[in-house]
């Protein structure tokens, strides 16, 4: 999955030594963590719907490298998605490590990522790598909302698989080049990301709602400090940091 492309799009760090101290669940280990029967089966559900994330990244970068007008294009989309496999891969071990059966973890979320992703196929090269970028950045920021209430080893595992494959530089150099060629391009593929925003927020809020641990999580209990405010704020923060994105790709909001 991708990441924001540039400093600017990531929030603020506090400097070491003014910190606030981790609280509750978020600065236990998972051994301690996990005697929680609720927090384990929502850790669950967030690799389970992580690692299903990275394989079907995995399968629509290979597919796009098809569309790539050119051999080193396509050696790039393919590089990109060797390292999506390769975070799908953490993750299958971390659920095995846990005792938890990776396809059976899977299984809840694969209906509604393929649904989200046949919805929006792209038509073309471009819309295929703004998709990579937009769609699956905002994916990124909602579990790295969630994973800053998680036990410190899940956190530290779902924030590495986060990381940015490339797919955000050379997205913005092609879409920019593209753009800078036939300034026409733009208007279609803004239209394309805003839509992909819409059914990215969609899909991101239904997987949450048909799984009552990773609801509870999102919104508080097992998780310390989600509120239903603070998840309106959190779509906020998404929808800010989309709009960053858009403005690095020469596209309007």
């Known amino acids: ?9 990531k929030p603020a760090e506090a400097p070491a030594d003014t910190a606030p101290a981790a609280t509750g669940v978020a600065a236990q280990d998972w051994d301690t963590a996990s005697a929680e029967p609720q927090y384990r089966a929502a850790v669950v559900d967030l690799l389970g719907a992580l690692a299903y994330g990275e394989l ?7 597919e796009d490298a098809k569309l790539a007008p050119t051999l080193s294009d396509k050696a790039e989309l393919a590089k990109m998605a060797s390292a999506e496999f390769h975070h ?66 899940t956190r530290g595992l779902v924030l590495g698989v986060l990381d940015d494959t490339g ?15 036939d300034p026409r391009v733009g208007g279609r593929l803004a239209l394309w990301a ?49 709009t960053k994105r858009m403005a690095a790709l020469g596209l309007a909001a």
């Open 88 to 153: 799908f891969e953490q993750l299958r071990d971390r659920l095995a490590a846990i005792g938890a059966e990776p396809t059976q973890a899977m299984e809840p979320f694969v209906a509604a990522l393929d649904g989200f992703h046949k919805q929006t196929a792209p038509s073309d090269w471009l819309e295929g790598l703004v998709k990579a970028y937009v769609g699956d950045s905002i994916a990124s920021d909602f579990y790295r909302e969630v994973a800053a209430r998680l036990d410190s080893d």
């Open 194 to 242: 805003r839509r992909l925003m819409g059914e990215a927020l969609s899909q991101s809020q239904r997987v949450v709602a048909d799984r009552d641990a990773l609801s509870t999580m999102l919104v508080g209990g097992v998780a310390d400090g989600f509120d239903l405010a603070e998840v309106g704020r959190m779509f906020s923060r998404i929808t800010e940091a989309h």
């Open 167 to 181: 797919h955000a530089g050379f997205a913005i150099e092609k879409v920019r080049a593209a753009i800078d060629a």
């Open 56 to 62: 079907a990244a995995f399968e629509r970068l290979a």
């Open 1 to 9: 999955m991708t990441t924001p492309d540039n400093a600017a799009e």
